[in-house]
Nanobody, 116 residues
Framework: QVQLVESGGGLVQPGGSLRLSCAAS???????LAWHRQAPGKQRDLVAS???????TYSDSVKGRFTISRDNAKNTVYLQMNSVKPEDTAVYYC???????????WGQGTQVTVSS
């Protein structure tokens, strides 16, 4: 099972940008990868996903502002966050699902706080 480690979270002002990274412990070529987030008192929701053939999906709340990408050579998935809003404040979790076995893995999460 792949191990995932997120980085890049922190405090950012409204309208600013942040890039999250998620490093995997082994090859991610045959994984669907995704970012989820969970705000205090709320359920964990899907933010964006990218398949092994690089097809992407986004939640309506981040469409046009966030971009998910993957670098298979570096075993890393990214989330570029632009024009952030206070409502983007949450713990962001990296997620991976194996294409064949359907086994799922989660990272430990990284806090993103959008505030002036």
């Amino acid at each position: 099972q792949v191990q995932l480690v997120e980085s890049g979270g922190g405090l950012v002002q409204p309208g600013g940008s942040l890039r999250l990274s998620c490093a995997a412990s082994k090859s991610i070529r045959i994984y669907t990868l995704a970012w989820h987030r969970q705000a205090p008192g709320k359920q964990r929701d899907l933010v964006a996903s990218i398949t092994s053939n690089r097809s992407t999906t986004y939640s309506d709340s981040v469409k046009g502002r966030f971009t998910i990408s993957r670098d298979n050579a570096k075993n890393t998935v990214y989330l570029q966050m632009n024009s952030v809003k206070p409502e983007d404040t949450a713990v962001y979790y990296c997620y991976a699902k194996h294409l064949w076995t359907r086994l799922e893995s989660w990272g430990q999460g990284t806090q993103v706080t959008v505030s002036s």
